[in-house]
């Protein structure tokens, strides 16, 4: 039933009744979608829409939309949300007087001081079960609260993991719950439908993802989960100094961690101080590493706490009202110190033990106290003195959890409200269980236990036959009072039905598993959920088809995400099969379509070929727009296998799919498959035409991640273009939905490009390395397979540098890399040209015979590699004096100029293309044409503009002009080198500086032939 706002305070947007779907349908009209759209992403239909939107309108007392939305941004100067420090928190504070603990409290104020000042800092407070971690966190947040009234956020983690964000969840719901709706949507877009997934079931009317709705990518959705809760955080920060706190840091899931660890390095978060308590002797490998991350980058602040001195514990005893009458045969330091020995001054025990002895009615004389032995027995003597009927009500709950739902524990007790109650009235006067509903008017009521021990000492209590049923009826009644709400419920049905054993239907536990699988997959949560669906497949031999199928589909995504790509690639292929036996088409299509994503983004194309073809198969004469994308696929693979013709036929295929359908979004996807296709072969010009075409219809449509993919291309194709402005206006557009989405690829593609561009224009040696360590440091740590273009540049900023023997190391590792692929050329071609200017003419010539085959073929498609094979083999024929051979390269040089309409190698430092043309016709003998070319590509580097590509060809021209004689031409030859020694100067190339003096001493005699000019080789020493 959605939630209604009725009973809010005044001023707020909720006094106007609005429900949780009015509230939905409000955030879409902010975004200013139309009707139908916003029925489309609801799910409903656009007469209730309709309905909605006039609703709005009267509680408003607006006329129209535009009204509407004035209406709402009326409120959004309304000054800073605020919100009352955590009750539960509060309530730790209270218990009791606080005793000790000034060191450690010291140090928290420490820290606040730093925060106050702007400062982003991290704390961790660990120490034994019970040891008083929780109530220091809480003391310590009472004193700022009274003192400096910052924003307080608390979120717990709890040992049966409801959720893999739910401390997160918990600690966010207040605050987000205080926000307008047209604030929360102007301050978060469409990201604020993502907070639905760490807090589903708080009564917050936040934009709902519907079921059925495309998924993106986990990781992608990872991102966009981490950028919702950093904003809202951010948000928070601004108005106050925050202390976040999160409890039993040693129960968070990896998930959680990964959220932690990521608020710390982003650093975005001003004023903010959190704080987060874990065991010392329960961590898991997760934490360990988190941990050890934080060590090495974010340096937080460790406090140990060990037990109380008896000078505390007499304090403790001393405050405890009504426990411990007093007696005058008793000496309170000595009580003090046995409940010290007993206890070793762990708070927890020490006040059960006081607790224990006030009910007892009153401590006997000393020596002869009757001391339990741990905290189990003292919890166990207090839930003897409770009703049964209690006792059997408390014996439920710490089934349920550490923190559970009053209406699942009444429906497995199967009582009225008045017995309810009156149980729960009773545990809580006990002090063993305490109310942690919110004030929300959609909050649920739930309770939770004081302490985890407390609830194990409970659970402990009941036998495992017991255990079982109570958690095959908590699956139950989870069942029956959710329906609705099955896929957010599912991970607690899940572990229910688990936990239930024998006495459960096995297929039932197949299914929810999935479900919990895919649900935590939609919320980031990929580790979480392949754990889910491993254990789902401990019971597969029962399920039916359909959800074996669903099951190994899931777990090749999850797989897919935590970077285990041959088991995922094997777990689709399982999916897929079964699906193809259920005859289902769409289900082929999307499966063999991540399979074959996972391949080609990571080049190992054979496979990617494999799947995508396996795909088509299982579609037989299907014909639909499923058939149509993974035709675009395979077109994708086959392309960057270096199959230009199959490539160009699949792409045709798919947009005559797309035509005959009238599917406008299908031919956006053909468009974007032959944007990514067509530089596989340099062909950027034609690229880039089909890319605007395609960037109008996807901008448009829900697939953002094949809109970062193609712009990614589109980006490069244009810096190959020289069409520099339009290459930035493009990166604009594609770097923050890339982040978003999660597309690496596409984020890379950005960041290289961005780093061209500096390179043109600076031309630092030094920086190139350094974006080159970073760029191959990424591709590691993505597991993006295109390393031989960061070992490229790194080869080039050493060939720059002057430091050629590193520079061929760089190379040559470059090419074995290039070795896997089929773009054969970029590397080879590289190492051997620093060979020739090392004047290791041997080498050089076999690397050329050996891989000459490589070079292009006339009057054809030919592979990128190929062509920068001609590009950069001439320079280094020349170099080494093999002018004919370097003459021969001409037309192919030409080709490629007309065919591509590429200005500059963007993945080679921006060679220009007709610098190589003017050297090849120089070798050649064709001084006309040399002279053409070489104006042209200094024209190129100037408009780029290309500061170490213009001193290359300044060079190469003041050398031909020595070549071809004549005093004019020997004058203007030696005004060109020496511009280019000073810009190598300038650049600091040494090597390059001693070649343009080399080129000047040397004597030139005019009208050589080609083949036989003096000055050739450049062998320069080292």
Same mark, same amino acid.
């Given at each position: 039933?959605?939630?209604?706002?009725?009973?809010?305070?005044?001023?707020?947007? $909720?006094?106007?009744?609005?429900?949780?779907?009015?509230?939905? =349908?409000?955030?879409?009209?902010?975004?200013?979608?139309?009707?139908?759209?916003?029925?489309?992403?609801?799910?409903?239909?656009?007469?209730?829409?309709?309905?909605?939107?006039?609703?709005?309108?009267?509680?408003?007392?607006?006329?129209?939309?535009?009204?509407?939305?004035?209406?709402?941004?009326?409120?959004?100067?309304?000054?800073?949300?605020?919100?009352?420090?955590?009750?539960?928190?509060?309530?730790?504070?209270?218990?009791?007087?606080?005793?000790?603990?000034?060191?450690?409290?010291?140090?928290?104020?420490?820290?606040?001081?730093?925060?106050?000042?702007?400062?982003?800092?991290? =704390?961790?407070?660990?120490?034994?079960?019970?040891?008083?971690?929780?109530?220091?966190?809480?003391?310590?947040?009472?004193?700022?609260?009274?003192?400096?009234?910052?924003?307080?956020?608390?979120?717990?983690?709890?040992?049966?993991?409801?959720?893999?964000?739910?401390?997160?969840?918990?600690?966010?719901?207040?605050?987000?719950? #205080?926000?307008?709706?047209?604030?929360?949507?102007?301050?978060?877009?469409?990201?604020?439908?993502?907070?639905?997934?760490?807090?589903?079931?708080?009564?917050?009317?936040?934009?709902?993802?519907?079921?059925?709705?495309?998924?993106?990518?986990?990781?992608?959705?990872?991102?966009?989960?981490?950028?919702?809760?950093?904003? =809202?955080?951010?948000?928070?920060?601004?108005?106050?100094?925050?202390?976040?706190?999160?409890?039993?840091?040693?129960?968070?899931?990896?998930?959680?961690?990964?959220?932690?660890?990521?608020?710390?390095?982003?650093?975005?978060?001003?004023?903010?101080?959190?704080?987060?308590?874990?065991?010392?002797?329960?961590?898991?490998?997760?934490?360990?590493?988190?941990?050890?991350?934080?060590?090495?980058?974010?340096?937080?602040?460790?406090?140990?706490?060990?037990?109380?001195?008896?000078?505390?514990?007499?304090?403790?005893?001393?405050?405890?009202?009504?426990?411990?009458?007093?007696?005058?045969?008793?000496?309170?330091?000595?009580?003090?110190?046995?409940?010290?020995?007993?206890?070793?001054?762990?708070?927890?025990?020490?006040?059960?033990?006081?607790?224990?002895?006030?009910?007892?009615?009153?401590?006997?004389?000393?020596?002869?106290?009757?001391?339990?032995?741990?905290?189990?027995?003292?919890?166990?003597?207090?839930?003897?003195?409770?009703?049964?009927?209690?006792?059997?009500?408390?014996?439920?709950?710490?089934?349920?959890?550490?923190?559970?739902?009053?209406?699942?524990?009444?429906?497995?007790?199967?009582?009225?409200?008045?017995?309810?109650?009156?149980?729960?009235?009773?545990?809580?006067?006990?002090?063993?269980?305490?109310? =942690?509903?919110?004030?929300?008017?959609?909050?649920?009521?739930?309770?939770?236990?004081?302490?985890?021990?407390?609830?194990?000492?409970?659970?402990?209590?009941?036998?495992?036959?017991?255990?079982?049923?109570?958690?095959?009826?908590?699956?139950?009644?989870?069942?029956?009072?959710?329906?609705?709400?099955?896929?957010?419920?599912?991970?607690?049905?899940?572990?229910?039905?688990?936990?239930?054993?024998?006495?459960?239907?096995?297929?039932?536990?197949?299914?929810?598993?999935?479900?919990?699988? $895919?649900?935590?997959?939609?919320?980031?949560?990929?580790?979480?959920?392949?754990?889910?669906?491993?254990?789902?497949?401990? +019971?597969?031999?029962?399920?039916?088809?359909?959800?074996? #199928?669903?099951?190994? +589909?899931?777990?090749?995504?999850?797989?897919?995400?935590?970077?285990?790509?041959?088991?995922?690639?094997?777990?689709?292929?399982?999916?897929?099969?079964?699906?193809?036996?259920?005859?289902?088409?769409?289900?082929?299509?999307?499966?063999?379509?991540?399979?074959?994503?996972?391949?080609?983004?990571?080049?190992?194309?054979?496979?990617?070929?494999?799947?995508?073809?396996?795909?088509?198969?299982?579609?037989?004469?299907?014909?639909?727009?499923? $058939?149509?994308?993974?035709?675009?696929?395979?077109?994708?693979?086959?392309?960057?296998?270096?199959?230009?013709?199959?490539?160009?036929?699949?792409?045709?295929?798919?947009?005559?799919?797309?035509?005959?359908?009238?599917?406008?979004?299908? $031919?956006?996807?053909?468009?974007?498959?032959?944007?990514?296709?067509?530089?596989?072969?340099?062909?950027?010009?034609?690229?880039?035409?089909?890319?605007?075409?395609?960037?109008?219809?996807?901008?448009?449509?829900?697939?953002?991640?094949?809109?970062?993919?193609?712009?990614?291309?589109?980006?490069?194709?244009?810096?190959?273009?020289? %069409?520099?402005?339009?290459?930035?206006?493009?990166?604009?557009?594609?770097?923050?939905?890339?982040?978003?989405?999660?597309?690496?690829?596409?984020?890379?593609?950005?960041? %290289?490009?961005?780093?061209?561009?500096?390179?043109?224009?600076?031309?630092?040696?030094?920086?190139?390395?350094?974006?080159?360590?970073?760029?191959?440091?990424?591709?590691? #740590?993505?597991?993006?397979?295109?390393?031989?273009?960061?070992?490229?540049?790194?080869?080039?900023?050493?060939?720059?540098?002057?430091?050629?023997?590193?520079?061929?190391?760089?190379?040559?590792?470059?090419?074995?890399?290039?070795?896997?692929?089929?773009?054969?050329?970029?590397?080879?071609?590289?190492?051997?040209?620093?060979?020739?200017?090392?004047?290791?003419?041997?080498?050089?010539?076999?690397?050329?015979?050996?891989?000459?085959?490589?070079?292009?073929?006339?009057?054809?498609?030919?592979?990128?590699?190929?062509?920068?094979?001609?590009?950069?083999?001439?320079?280094?024929?020349?170099?080494?004096?093999?002018?004919?051979?370097?003459?021969?390269?001409?037309?192919?040089?030409?080709?490629?100029?007309?065919?591509?309409?590429?200005?500059?190698?963007?993945?080679?430092?921006?060679?220009?293309?007709?610098?190589?043309?003017?050297? #090849?016709?120089?070798?050649?003998?064709?001084?006309?044409?040399?002279?053409?070319?070489? %104006?042209?590509?200094?024209?190129?580097?100037?408009?780029?503009?290309?500061?170490?590509?213009?001193?290359?060809?300044?060079?190469?021209?003041?050398?031909?002009?020595?070549?071809?004689?004549?005093?004019?031409?020997?004058? %203007?030859?030696?005004?060109?080198?020496?511009?280019?020694?000073?810009?190598?100067?300038?650049?600091?190339?040494?090597?390059?500086?001693?070649?343009?003096?080399?080129?000047?001493?040397?004597?030139?005699?005019?009208?050589?032939?080609?083949?036989?000019?003096?000055?050739?080789?450049?062998?320069?020493?080292?």
């Amino acid at each position: 039933m959605p939630a209604d706002f009725s009973q809010a305070k005044s001023g707020s947007f $909720r006094d106007k009744g609005i429900t949780s779907r009015e509230s939905e =349908v409000l955030q879409a009209v902010l975004n200013h979608l139309a009707n139908a759209e916003i029925a489309a992403s609801l799910g409903i239909s656009v007469r209730t829409v309709e309905s909605h939107v006039s609703n709005l309108l009267t509680k408003f007392d607006v006329a129209d939309r535009a009204g509407l939305v004035a209406a709402v941004r009326a409120h959004d100067d309304a000054g800073p949300v605020r919100i009352e420090a955590p009750p539960s928190l509060l309530r730790m504070a209270n218990a009791g007087e606080f005793v000790g603990r000034f060191p450690e409290l010291q140090q928290l104020h420490d820290e606040w001081g730093k925060v106050k000042g702007g400062a982003q800092r991290l =704390v961790l407070v660990s120490g034994d079960p019970g040891i008083g971690k929780s109530r220091l966190v809480a003391e310590f947040a009472r004193q700022i609260s009274d003192n400096d009234h910052p924003l307080v956020i608390y979120g717990r983690c709890d040992e049966d993991v409801a959720g893999p964000f739910e401390a997160v969840g918990h600690a966010l719901a207040p605050y987000i719950r #205080a926000w307008e709706p047209g604030r929360l949507a102007g301050e978060l877009g469409d990201l604020a439908a993502e907070l639905g997934r760490i807090i589903p079931n708080s009564g917050i009317p936040l934009p709902r993802i519907p079921l059925d709705a495309t998924r993106p990518d986990p990781t992608i959705t990872r991102l966009r989960l981490f950028d919702a809760v950093t904003r =809202v955080l951010r948000h928070a920060s601004k108005s106050s100094a925050m202390l976040i706190a999160i409890d039993d840091l040693h129960w968070a899931p990896e998930p959680t961690l990964l959220l932690l660890k990521h608020l710390m390095q982003v650093e975005v978060l001003e004023r903010t101080l959190i704080v987060c308590s874990l065991r010392s002797g329960e961590v898991s490998d997760a934490l360990i590493e988190f941990i050890g991350d934080l060590r090495r980058d974010a340096t937080p602040v460790q406090i140990q706490l060990g037990g109380l001195h008896t000078q505390e514990i007499a304090q403790l005893l001393g405050s405890d009202v009504g426990s411990v009458p007093p007696r005058e045969d008793i000496f309170p330091e000595s009580v003090a110190h046995e409940i010290f020995t007993e206890t070793r001054g762990n708070p927890l025990y020490a006040g059960e033990l006081i607790r224990s002895l006030g009910e007892d009615g009153g401590l006997r004389p000393a020596g002869k106290t009757d001391v339990p032995h741990g905290v189990k027995d003292i919890v166990a003597a207090r839930v003897r003195r409770l009703k049964h009927e209690t006792q059997a009500l408390l014996g439920m709950a710490a089934v349920l959890g550490q923190e559970f739902e009053l209406s699942v524990l009444q429906r497995i007790a199967g009582i009225d409200d008045h017995t309810l109650l009156e149980g729960v009235e009773e545990a809580t006067q006990a002090q063993l269980l305490y109310d =942690v509903t919110g004030i929300s008017p959609g909050a649920v009521e739930r309770f939770e236990f004081v302490h985890a021990i407390v609830r194990r000492a409970i659970i402990e209590n009941i036998s495992a036959a017991r255990v079982r049923r109570i958690h095959a009826a908590a699956a139950s009644a989870l069942e029956h009072l959710f329906p609705h709400a099955l896929e957010e419920r599912a991970d607690e049905i899940a572990r229910h039905l688990v936990q239930a054993g024998p006495i459960t239907d096995r297929q039932n536990i197949v299914r929810y598993l999935t479900m919990a699988g $895919r649900a935590a997959l939609n919320s980031s949560a990929a580790e979480e959920g392949l754990r889910y669906l491993n254990q789902a497949m401990m +019971f597969m031999d029962t399920a039916q088809a359909f959800d074996r #199928a669903e099951l190994w +589909f899931q777990r090749g995504l999850a797989l897919r995400t935590v970077g285990r790509w041959p088991d995922s690639v094997a777990s689709l292929r399982s999916a897929v099969d079964i699906y193809a036996e259920l005859g289902d088409v769409n289900a082929i299509s999307r499966t063999c379509s991540a399979a074959s994503h996972t391949m080609f983004w990571f080049f190992r194309m054979h496979e990617a070929t494999d799947l995508a073809l396996y795909g088509l198969k299982m579609l037989g004469s299907y014909n639909g727009s499923e $058939r149509g994308r993974l035709l675009g696929a395979l077109s994708f693979v086959h392309a960057w296998s270096g199959e230009y013709e199959s490539s160009a036929a699949n792409i045709h295929e798919e947009l005559d799919i797309a035509s005959r359908l009238e599917d406008t979004e299908l $031919r956006g996807h053909g468009l974007a498959m032959r944007t990514m296709q067509l530089p596989a072969f340099l062909e950027h010009r034609e690229a880039v035409s089909a890319g605007y075409e395609a960037l109008e219809i996807l901008r448009h449509s829900d697939d953002a991640w094949t809109l970062t993919s193609m712009l990614g291309f589109l980006n490069y194709a244009l810096v190959g273009l020289g %069409r520099l402005d339009e290459a930035r206006a493009v990166g604009a557009e594609l770097a923050p939905i890339a982040v978003r989405v999660g597309n690496y690829a596409a984020q890379q593609q950005h960041t %290289r490009m961005n780093a061209m561009i500096d390179f043109f224009q600076v031309g630092s040696p030094v920086a190139l390395e350094k974006f080159a360590r970073r760029d191959f440091s990424f591709c590691h #740590a993505v597991g993006l397979a295109t390393l031989e273009h960061s070992l490229a540049w790194l080869g080039l900023a050493k060939f720059l540098a002057g430091e050629w023997e590193e520079a061929k190391d760089a190379y040559s590792a470059a090419l074995d890399e290039e070795a896997k692929t089929a773009m054969v050329g970029w590397g080879w071609s590289a190492l051997f040209e620093v060979l020739a200017y090392m004047g290791d003419s041997q080498a050089a010539i076999a690397l050329f015979a050996e891989h000459r085959n490589t070079l292009p073929t006339p009057g054809q498609a030919n592979t990128c590699g190929s062509w920068v094979a001609a590009l950069t083999a001439v320079e280094g024929l020349v170099v080494l004096g093999e002018m004919e051979q370097a003459g021969e390269l001409l037309p192919a040089i030409e080709e490629c100029i007309e065919r591509t309409g590429v200005v500059c190698v963007e993945f080679r430092g921006g060679r220009l293309l007709k610098r190589s043309a003017a050297i #090849a016709a120089a070798a050649a003998g064709d001084w006309l044409r040399a002279e053409r070319y070489f %104006r042209e590509a200094l024209q190129d580097a100037e408009s780029i503009p290309h500061v170490v590509e213009r001193a290359h060809t300044l060079r190469f021209h003041g050398k031909m002009l020595l070549q071809s004689g004549g005093k004019a031409s020997s004058e %203007r030859a030696l005004k060109y080198l020496h511009e280019a020694r000073a810009a190598y100067m300038e650049l600091a190339m040494p090597r390059h500086v001693a070649i343009c003096d080399v080129e000047m001493q040397v004597p030139r005699t005019s009208n050589k032939a080609a083949g036989s000019v003096e000055g050739m080789p450049f062998k320069i020493s080292r």
